[in-house]
Nanobody, 122 residues
Framework: VQLQASGGGLVQAGGSLRLSCAAS????????MGWFRQAPGQEREFVAA????????YYADSVKGRFTMSRDNGKNTVYLQMNSLKPEDTAVYYC????????????????WGQGTLVTVSS
């Protein structure tokens, strides 16, 4: 599975951004997908995940109520809608894929995309 993330940029605190991650590969639509982020000098951390069917999503406590993950299997694309952004959301955001959401942990992810930088100014 190949993953291509896009949509990062510079936004003021309180603003919104939508990240996209396009997946390619014969069975990419059957994979669980996730978003992770890594701030400068910090470890990569989980942000959100979605089952292959889109029927269930999971979020880190730090983004619950502000971020929404969705997917369009017809387009082999997942999205991360980020609202009410805070300076502490500044990070490189990575999309990831694996056979199940339980595998979407930093140490066990099967497939990583390249990152997209999100910068939130105060």
């Amino acid at each position: 599975v190949q993953l291509q993330a896009s949509g990062g940029g510079l936004v003021q605190a309180g603003g919104s951004l939508r990240l996209s991650c396009a997946a390619s590969g014969r069975t990419s639509s059957s994979y669980a997908m996730g978003w992770f982020r890594q701030a400068p000098g910090q470890e990569r951390e989980f942000v959100a995940a979605i089952m292959w069917s889109g029927s269930r999503t999971y979020y880190a406590d730090s983004v619950k109520g502000r971020f929404t993950m969705s997917r369009d299997n017809g387009k082999n694309t997942v999205y991360l809608q980020m609202n009410s952004l805070k300076p502490e959301d500044t990070a490189v955001y990575y999309c990831a894929a694996d056979v199940s959401t339980s595998q979407l942990r930093v140490g066990t992810v099967g497939y990583w995309g390249q990152g997209t930088l999100v910068t939130v100014s105060s």
